[in-house]
């Protein structure tokens, strides 16, 4: 049994407000693209990364890691789910249906080898997969028009992150039967609505997505801390 992973990359990242898309911004030394690929290649447990990037990106080719031959370049599509179906197909001569594919976030370079062991080590038997997610520690509410309906059960309540691991097959069935539903904002809620039910494994916290400008200072605060660790 392989474990392979998969990288959506294709996305332009409108809310970074910059001149190309979040993923080949400046972050440390690099881009975050090639910082979280060196995360995932460092953790020595993937066969091969597929990276799913956009036909018309003219920065992808000129990273070295894009050379690497433990990495597999595949097109993106117009959505995530999208591009992570044309990750799963570039690996079909390669991958058994019961191997494991971790999807994860191309703009979250602060993943750590611990986690991704972690993830494996408490999932790996389990029927389905499951993905990284942190509990919630504020109060919540549930808004309609700007005004508060009621407090929601925070205990009940997790901030889904990545990796998510699941085998090979029942994640490619699993997006292809919904392919297209706008319900699909990450892996799990396509095995969610194909009736299965995903483990939660307790991620760390400095696990961020880059999304908005502010986001790079706190990435490359969060990495030089675990460099101390």
């Avoid at 407000?17 to 090639?34: F, N, S």
């Avoid at 520690?137 to 059960?153: N, Q, R």
């Avoid at 483990?199 to 605060?221: M, W, Y």
């Amino acid at each position: 049994m392989s474990c392979w992973a998969v990288v959506p990359a294709a996305g332009v990242g409108k809310r970074m407000q910059a001149d190309k898309p979040k993923q080949y911004l400046p972050l440390a030394g690099k881009t975050v693209i090639e910082q979280t690929l060196q995360r995932l290649l460092d953790a020595d447990v993937f066969s091969a990364v597929v990276v799913a990037i956009s036909k018309q990106d003219p920065y992808w080719p000129e990273l070295a890691v894009s050379a690497d031959n433990r990495v597999i370049t595949a097109p993106g599509g117009k959505e995530r789910a999208d591009s992570v179906l044309s990750g799963l197909s570039a690996l079909s001569a390669m991958a058994a249906e019961d191997d494991w594919v971790f999807v994860h976030d191309a703009a979250r370079p602060c993943i750590t080898s611990v986690d991704i062991l972690a993830l494996l080590k408490q999932c790996q038997d389990h029927p389905v997969g499951g993905i990284l997610a942190l509990s919630s520690h504020d109060t919540l509410k549930l808004a309609d028009d700007g005004e508060i309906c009621e407090t929601v059960d925070r205990s009940r309540i997790w901030r889904a992150l990545t990796p998510q691991m699941f085998r090979y097959g029942m994640l490619k069935q699993a997006l292809t039967e919904h392919q297209g539903d706008l319900a699909i904002t990450d892996e799990a809620s396509a095995l969610e609505l194909s009736g299965f039910k995903p483990a939660l494994v307790e991620g760390r916290s400095d696990n961020i997505k880059i999304t908005r400008p502010e986001d790079l200072a706190l990435a490359e605060f969060y990495r030089e801390q675990q460099c101390l660790e």
